[in-house]
């Protein structure tokens, strides 16, 4: 099974089509922070890394009259349960293995509960907690971490370091990508 790799993520036109309404920006910076908090933690970076760039893939339009209406969009909110399906499919469409879309796409389901009728604080697993506190770490209130600016040409670049660690980890720890 090959390694699918984070620039590869980024350069798909299905990425861009749905991060751009979210913020590359932010899931670049909650990527770096997952990869830091997993290495700590002995979180599988591979998982963590890929969760975190695609967790909030299933953001979609939540302009009201041409003005952001968090609380309206707060409402209605699926982007955890479209974004584990998005992901999904997006992951199995570049080659990824069985396995690790599965273990990513639960983890973007679970990286927030917000949409959620009950809270699941104390269960989640090491990987979906890594996912959660990253993206929390790197939120601002009102939702405006989704409005900072990160070109592709960026991200890619800092996406580009992240991938040569998973490479090196990849020929010392074979199972990495599992
Ligand atoms: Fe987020």
Redesign the pocket.
Known sequence: MKQVLLTEIIKHKITQKYLKR?GVH??VL?TERAVELAKQSGVNINLAAKAALL??IGHYEWYKDGKWDYQEYRKHDIHAIKGAERAHKLLVRLGEDPQTAKEISIAILL??DSYLPFSIENMRSPLHEVVYKA?EM??LPGGQ??YKYMSIEEAEIRLRQIDELLLKELETKPSISQ
Request: aromatic share 0%.
């Open positions: 979210s932010h899931a909650t967790h909030d990286h927030t993206d790197e939120e971490h989704h």
